[in-house]
């Protein structure tokens, strides 16, 4: 299995991302999928999950900004960032928890 991460990039505290992690491989469908993110000088943290029912969860941080989604015909996990921040800045990793994990993409927001 393979995972492949995209939508990174910069933007403008208050502005937008939707990040985009496709995976190869036939396993998608059956597997909860997650977004983390490290930030610099921190520790890889959780940010959302999903479950292969659809049932999802947060970090406290992003509730309320962040939405996570899947398309299992696509086998495509989504997570549409709303009102960044600047502490939202890091390198945003997708996986199917806890053995799968893509390459990351750097999300950038400037103040």
Not at 47 to 69: C, E, L, M, Q
């Amino acid at each position: 299995v393979q995972l492949q991460a995209s939508g990174g990039g910069l933007v403008q505290a208050g502005g937008s991302l939707r990040l985009s992690c496709a995976a190869s491989g036939n396993i998608f469908s059956r597997n909860a999928a997650a977004w983390y993110r490290q930030s610099p000088g921190k520790q890889r943290e959780p940010v959302a999950v999903i479950t292969s029912g659809g049932s999802t969860n947060y970090a406290d941080s992003v509730k309320g900004r962040f939405t996570i989604s899947r398309d299992n015909a696509k086998s495509t996990v989504y997570l549409q960032m709303n009102s960044l921040k600047p502490e939202d800045t890091g390198v945003y990793y997708c996986s199917l928890p806890p053995i799968y994990w893509g390459q990351g993409t750097l999300v950038t927001v400037s103040s």
